[in-house]
Structures are given as structure tokens and as C-alpha cells.
């Protein structure tokens, strides 16, 4: 019980039940003494101590459960990957600021589980670590596309600066993911990381000298060079053991092989090849013919005379081209030269020929540009080529080893011809046939046709 009032200062303070709620009361002055008393604590209680309003509803702001659950995933994440104590927290504080950003508060639930994988991933390229977008994706068992594009809205969130990590940089750490130390397998497959590593670095060079990493994403490349480093260091025991025995012999995850099972054989394939074709300039082989299934036995000679092979092979394919060039461009040459004809009866007859000559090369020069495409003849041969005309062969063609974006010519965007309804076209005949009875609905329109007639008479 109060005192004595704060106002007047008087003593005659009383209790006063107003409604359900008691109030103490001056007397003297009527003014309320304690206001908005509705709980107490046991020791208020004991000690007689009012708790005010603004005290007994006071709650601090706890986090929701789905901030609780990302924090945790960010965690998980940030001990799977071993990071530092330092980058653990910078990967926290980060989720929470995107977390609590305008962008990502009314999004799906998708997305927000894959945003503490994103704040990593930043993380860890803000610090050099190598880690790749594949390795968040497999750990979190979400699409990669999704990963990319929450990534994407993340930078232009929170403005971090977007750094990139060189595929030679995550090698390292990639090949030693391959259980495939002396004591965890058999002998015949056991290869030592350090080897391995090696060896598969050399191949991400040679990979990259011949545009096979521009515009790929780095797991498949990575896997295919240590799948045939691999091969290429026991060639004889190992040439014959295929991708999946070599997921199942280094262990690894089943989700991790088959993600991406079709564009590692095909990176595979590109670099096989790349070797073929080094593989073939090797002086000592004199001509004898080298299969991608072998091609793995040469794989040491070709890589220490990788500068030489590659000159050699460019130079040769070099070669072999120019007889093709020069016989096209001879042949343009002679269909740009002017008609003569020395033996012609008269200058009339002449110009004549020349005037239907003219008109057919402008039909076939009309009907060429409504169709989006020109031939060029070279030779005997002739070849389709797209718009426009004036370029006579892809310039891809010349080279031996071009980036995968121009390996092949683009096919020209044709628009579509509009549509002019007029409203007197003819109907085809599927459409009449469409609005004639069947003969079951032909048998009751006369079934009734007969019956109304009988009516009226």
C-alpha cells in the first residue's frame, strides 16, 4: 500500500475496486496513486510493491523459428567445411542482416533455407577460400539454378563486392575428397593426393589453354581431370575401370555422382579428344592411330611437350585448311568476274542473256532472303551458310581449338510472317469435315424430320 500520494502528499490513501481492477486512491486530491497495477511478482507481492504496466508486459523480441533453424544450417555448414571461428560469425551476422532485409522477408521458405548456404558461399569467397557453388548445392541438397539466383539477389541486397575463385584454386581441395590413399584402398587403385593433385592440375591447364573450362561450370571439369589423372598414372591396370567403378572405389557420395553423371562423361569426352588430337603430333608414334579409350598411355608424353604438341597441332590443322579457303575463295572470285563471250554472234544477243541471267540470280536473291539463308558454292560443294552473304565461311572453322560458344555457327533469327485475315479464305476440307454429322446423328435428324412432317399432316 502506498504511503502517501505523490501529488498533495497526503496519507489518506485508499483502496478503491473499480471493476476487477484495484486501484489505490487519494482522498484528499483523487488522484490515482498507482495506475495500471494488473500483475505483480510473488516478492512485490510480499514486499508490497506495485509493478507498473509497461513492466509486467515487456517482452524481448525473440528470433522466429525459421531464423533459429538458418542459423543453425549455417553453422552445420560452416563446421562441414571447417572454416574459421572468424568466418563462422561473419557467415552468421551476415545471414541475419539478409535475413531481416526487405528483399528476402516475404519469399518462400525454398529460399530461405538456401540463403544461409549463399552467406557461406560469400563468405568464403570473400576470404579466398575455394569453395564452389556445386559443393553448397550437394550439402544442402537443393537445385543449383536456385542457389544462383538467391546468390545473385544477395549481392544486390546487401552490396558485397562479387569476387570469383580460379578453378585451379578449388583442385586442391577438391581432389582430396577422393578416398583414395594407399591405407583406404587396394594397391592397384591406391594414388597418393599429392600425386594426384598434380596430375590433375596439369590437365585444368591444358583443359584451360584449349577453352574447355570458358563458360563451364568447374565440378564437371574438376571430376573429368581427376578421373583421367587418375587413369593416365597406372594407364595398363586403370584404362578399363569406368566412371561409376571410380565414384564407388574413391566413395563417394551417390548424390554427388549422378547430379551431374552426363556432363562429366561429357567433359570427358572434350578432353579425350583435346588429347587425341596432341597425341597424334608425337613423333615416335609414326602415324599409328590414337583412340580416346588409349589415349590415357600418352597422357605423360603429352603433358610434358604440351607447348610443342599444341603448336605442331595447330599449324598441321592449319595447313590441311588452306587448300579448302583458297579453293572457295577462287571460286567466289570467278562468280564475281564478268560474263565474257568472245565467240557471241552479236552485242544484242549478249545483253539479252545477261538480262535473264540477272533476273534469275534476283529471284534466286529474293527467295534466298525471304528464307533466311544463301548458299555458297566451293567447288563441287555446295554449302549452307547463313545471313549475311558477304561472310563466306565461319571463322571457327580455321582454328583447332575455339571456345564452345563458337565452335558452331548460329542459326539467324527468322521472324514470323503476320497473319492477314481478310475473312474470305478458303475452308479446308478437314474443317468441313469437322462440322459434318456422323451417321448415327444423321439417322435421328431424319427420325425427326419424319415425325414433325407426320404431325402436321
Known sequence: MPSSCPECGSSNVVEDDLYSQKQWVCEDCGSLVSEGVFTTTLSDEQQSRTVPYYVSTEVTKKPCANLIKGLGRVRALCRILRLSSDMESGAVSLFERAYNHPTFIHVRLMKKEVLGGCCVLATCRQNNWPIAMGTISSLLEADSALIGMVYQDLIKALSIEPTTTSISDMLESYCYGYKLSPGEVSEVFA????????????????????????????????????????QSLKPMARMKCTLNKFCQISRLSKEACAQRKDTVQKRIGELRDVLCKLGRELPWLRGDA???????????????????????????????????????????????????????????????????KNERSGTDNDISKTSGQSELKCGNKTVGKSV??????????????????VRTEKRPRVDAPELTVTGYEEISDSEIEAYIRSPEEVRRYLAVKKKLKEDED
Open 290 to 356: 590414337v583412340e580416346p579409350g588409349t589415349v590415357t598411355r600418352l597422357v605423360d608424353d603429352i603433358l610434358k611437350h604440351r607447348q610443342a604438341l599444341m603448336l605442331k597441332a595447330m599449324r598441321r590443322y592449319e595447313q590441311e585448311a588452306e587448300p579448302d579457303l583458297s579453293d572457295c575463295t577462287a571460286a567466289n572470285e570467278a562468280d564475281q568476274l564478268p560474263v565474257t563471250n568472245p565467240a557471241a554472234p552479236s552485242q544484242p544477243l549478249l545483253t539479252s542473256r545477261l538480262d535473264q
Open 191 to 230: 594414388e597418393p593426393p599429392r600425386r594426384l593433385v598434380e596430375r590433375s592440375a596439369a590437365l585444368v591447364e591444358l583443359a584451360a589453354d584449349t577453352w574447355l573450362v570458358t563458360g563451364r561450370h568447374p565440378l564437371p571439369i574438376l571430376m573429368a581431370c581427376v578421373y583421367v589423372a587418375w
Open 388 to 405: 549475311p552473304p558477304a561472310v563466306e565461311e565461319h571463322w571457327g572453322k580455321r582454328h583447332l581449338f575455339l571456345p564452345p560458344s
